[in-house]
């Protein structure tokens, strides 16, 4: 388990002071693929530095399995790192050594002997399919590839937690659903903790479990991911969750009602719910806003309705209430 309680993080630059990070607390259950997502300058790549304490908090501490990071030694601190692995964007091989040299390098660095550590290095070339590679250079590989050796070495000395910083922003979407696919596999042979730091919806929504809003330095919400992507409450989130900003809904020229309905895992949202509504109730809605996200293989996300009167609104949201995994409101004019 990692746990996180009121991590702060100051940096002193020739402009001043920058508070990175500030009061963060959270907590990563074993077992977790847990997502930390943010636009750029929230402190996501901060936060995950000191949590293997590669940057030193300024307040606040860090636990893993009930240890308190902050308060061990350089030399007891290498020997936990062996425990959590980092993946990055930029791959960070050693561009003279093959795939297997690169492998060995953290297993040589702890003392691991010749032919132990290059057997390790070939289970772990099969593991991540890339048998073939053993002899390849970095500079002949593709960027998945690239990035399922970074894998591979980074579980060399079988760590229970592996920390992606933004570790498939520099790929395509297919080889980015490919690395998530082979990140998935490993979590559930190997049982390992993931934490993931993204700026990328997509890659929380396919492969996360729980996220945490990064804003500012601060956590603005966390939960859940079909909670927090279904319904988000923060500003943060919302920017995140609707890009488009489709929440912001212009004044209307009737003096109609508007409801939300957040579709919690549910068919609703692929089914005619709103003509269904039509038919059987007589109620005309109109669709002023719609988003729909498969997450896990569930249907959540959120849709805005309006409705000529109150008359009509009380009975919509009687309707609605009948269906399951749905939650329905009525909002103001800016839903």
Do not use: W
């Amino acid at each position: 388990m990692i746990q996180i309680e009121g991590l702060s993080k100051t940096f002193r630059t020739s402009d001043g002071t920058v508070e990175a990070l500030k009061n963060v607390s959270l907590t990563v259950n074993d077992g977790d693929i847990y997502g930390i997502i943010g636009m750029s300058g929230a402190g996501k790549s901060t936060l995950v530095r000191c949590i293997n304490l590669l940057e030193r908090p300024t307040e606040g501490t860090v636990r893993i399995d009930g240890q308190d990071l902050c308060a061990l030694s350089e030399p007891e601190l290498r020997t936990v790192r062996r425990e959590i692995s980092m993946i990055f964007q930029s791959f960070n091989l050693l561009a003279q050594r093959t795939c297997l040299k690169n492998i060995c390098f953290p297993l040589e660095l702890i003392g691991v002997k010749k032919a132990a550590a290059e057997a390790r290095a070939r289970e772990l070339l099969e593991l991540v399919g890339l048998p073939d590679k053993a002899d390849a250079y970095p500079s002949q590989l593709s960027g998945g590839q690239k990035q399922r050796i970074a894998i591979a070495r980074a579980l060399a000395t079988d760590p229970k937690v592996l920390l992606c910083d933004e570790a498939t922003s520099a790929l395509d979407p297919k080889t980015t659903h490919d690395i998530l696919s082979l990140l998935r596999e490993l979590h559930a042979k190997l049982g390992i903790t993931i934490l993931l730091i993204t700026h990328q919806m997509s890659v929380v929504e396919e492969i996360c479990t729980r996220v945490a809003i990064l804003d500012n330095g601060s956590v603005v919400e966390e939960g859940p991911v079909e909670s927090v992507f279904s319904a988000p409450k923060s500003a943060a989130a919302k920017r995140l969750v609707f890009p488009d900003g489709y929440e912001e809904l212009p004044e209307s020229e009737t003096p109609g009602h508007r409801i939300r309905v957040v579709f919690r895992g549910t068919s609703s949202a692929t089914a005619p719910l709103i003509a269904r509504m039509a038919i059987e109730e007589h109620i005309l809605a109109n669709i002023l806003a719609a988003s729909i996200k498969s997450i896990s293989g569930k249907e959540y996300g959120s849709m805005v309705l309006e409705v000529a009167d109150a008359d009509e609104c009380a009975r919509a949201l009687a309707y609605l209430a009948k269906e399951p995994d749905l939650v329905a409101e009525e909002v103001n004019l800016h839903a």
